[in-house]
């Protein structure tokens, strides 16, 4: 009953539950109740995970992840397959139950399940629609379950605004991969949550719905909503999120700014363009040999560099480069978040 996938069926029991006091008795080694608060909520922080440890039998899926989301901020969570994505978005969503760690939502701990499902929204990658149902009866139904009165203009707005009007009547069956993903995000905004949770939002979406679920995170944004987002499409990720969490092996390798990231160990790029580029080989060979150059590739009208650290790493660089090769400029290379995460993954691997 309580595996991963949000269906209407699982989530609907879970919201039961939670409001008729039950209780797990698998016991999580949680901090004390005053550490919680004291680390976990300072008015800037919505989502706080710390020291985050999850095994499944002999695989160890968490190993000490740590996440921080600002308030009515866009944060991306990324990482490669089995890099424990899904296993952090089931424990936030309450689904499962971590062995140790510090969660808090809003400076509500995370064993107060009944707290937390009040105040988040989510949306899986494949919500589980009861087929027989229309999207409008889907949220009449959990209207219900959810105790809200008089939902009706609520339903109709998220109807309106998410462009499933047309068919609202219909039973879910027959829905597209887009129609049932904005059925599965009316759902997860009908109680109006403070922080919604979205598992890989972007997948098998063709590029027009694509824009218009980035559209609709973003209006969500502006509405004060502080949303996560687990997403494979790095694309999407660096467009509308304001930071991003990496992760690798069920630990937490980078977490900033995309800005930022630009700068960390290996991903600070310096574009030198030669008069001569047929010289680039020979340059290449001096500048290899500097300690903090990480990497080098030949382009049409020079190299491209990249150290380790660009504040101290630069001005060297540059001073090596030329006394070796006359240079026609210098040019800083923002690399994607695509380049960054690979780079980052690259080197933990190599640690």
Known sequence: MYNYGLCSTTLSFIVILGRTGYECRTRIETPPEQDVKNRSFNGDTLITVDNLEKRYGKVHAL???????EKAS???????????????????????????????????????????????????????L????????????????????????RIRILLRDLGLEDVADRPTAGYSTGMKKRTGMALALLHDPEIILLDEPM???????????RDIILKLKEKGKTILVSDHDLFTVEEICDRVTIIENGITVAEDSIKALNGLSGNACLELEMREPAAAGQLMEVLSALNYVTNISKRSKGLLVRVRKPESDFPSLIRTASANAELLGVRPVKQSLEEIFLNITEEMKNV
């Open 130 to 153: 009861e087929k027989t149902r229309s999207a409008r009866e889907e949220l009449e139904f959990h209207a219900k379950l959810y105790g809200l009165k008089e939902a009706g203009a």
């Open 203 to 213: 997948s098998g979406l063709d590029p027009a719905i694509r824009k218009q679920f």
């Open 63 to 69: 190993r000490g992840l740590s996440l921080h989301v």
């Open 74 to 128: 866009i944060h991306g969570l990324i990482g490669p397959n089995g890099a424990g994505k899904s296993t952090t978005i089931k424990i936030l969503s309450t689904l499962v139950r971590p062995d140790s760690g510090l969660v808090s939502l809003n400076g509500i701990p995370l064993k107060e399940g009944a707290r937390i499902r009040d105040i988040i929204g989510v949306v899986p990658e494949f919500p589980g």
